[in-house]
């Protein structure tokens, strides 16, 4: 299995407030995904990168949401400022050798 | 539009065996896979098919049939243990991930 390594773990925080997910993918990889998991929507693809580069942006729900990967060992989901229904588990994941390989998540509260 | 239909919930025995099905309409398919989400944990591989028939992985199996739209994962043997939410995907035309709401398989001693 590719590793990868997502922090926090748990993040709670206060509506307005700004908020940074991290992931470093520790093996092999060509593409990194940003997912976002609730009981209502299920498993949404926010954005994904190939080579550092991001190609779909077009699940991040707002203006709110940004992503960047500045090299091929590390990514960053921030939100700002954060509101209630941003409230989920975010995952990272990683493509190896055609599988999509998940990150442990990030829950997120917003209070 | 794409869609992914699978059960929602499904309860089974434990020794028994359970199938879950999947059903889909994608813009051009790359291949279906599995995966096992235990509550609180993230989503791991289980299975992927991208031609016709059935691969079998020690207690688990998936089948496809690309014609018709269908793929099913069957448990044999089962374990409390395999209590989990188990998420059918497909890839599409573009080579993305197409997610199914996944089913919440219920172990019953």
């Known amino acids: 299995d590719a590793g990868v390594i997502q922090s926090p773990r748990h993040e709670v925080t206060e509506m307005g407030q700004e908020v940074t997910l991290r992931c470093k993918p520790i093996?092999?990889?060509?593409?990194l995904f940003w997912y976002r998991q609730t009981m209502m929507r299920g498993l949404e693809l926010l954005i994904y990168f190939n080579n550092n580069v991001p190609i779909d942006d077009s699940g991040m729900p707002e203006d709110r949401f940004s992503a960047k990967m500045p090299n091929a060992s590390f990514s960053t989901l921030k939100i700002q400022p954060s509101e209630p229904r941003d409230s989920a588990v975010y995952f990272c994941a990683i493509t190896n050798r055609n599988i999509q390989y998940f990150g442990a998540g990030t829950r997120l509260s917003v209070l | 539009g794409q869609n992914i239909d699978q059960p929602t919930e499904m309860t089974a025995t434990e020794g028994a065996i359970v199938q879950i099905n999947c059903t889909y309409q994608?813009?051009?398919?790359?291949?279906l896979f599995w995966y096992q989400q235990h509550a609180g944990e993230a989503p791991t591989f289980l299975s992927y098919n991208v031609l016709d028939g059935l691969e079998e992985k020690g207690r688990f199996s998936s089948f496809l049939s690309r014609s018709k739209g269908y793929s099913y994962l069957l448990l044999k043997e089962l374990q409390m243990k395999d209590s989990a939410s188990y998420l059918c995907?497909?890839?599409?035309?573009?080579?993305?991930?197409?997610w199914g709401a996944g089913t919440k398989l219920i172990i019953k001693p």
């Open positions: 994608t813009s051009g398919f790359n291949g």
């Open positions: 995907a497909v890839r599409d035309s573009n080579y993305q991930l197409i």
């Open positions: 093996s092999g990889h060509n593409s």
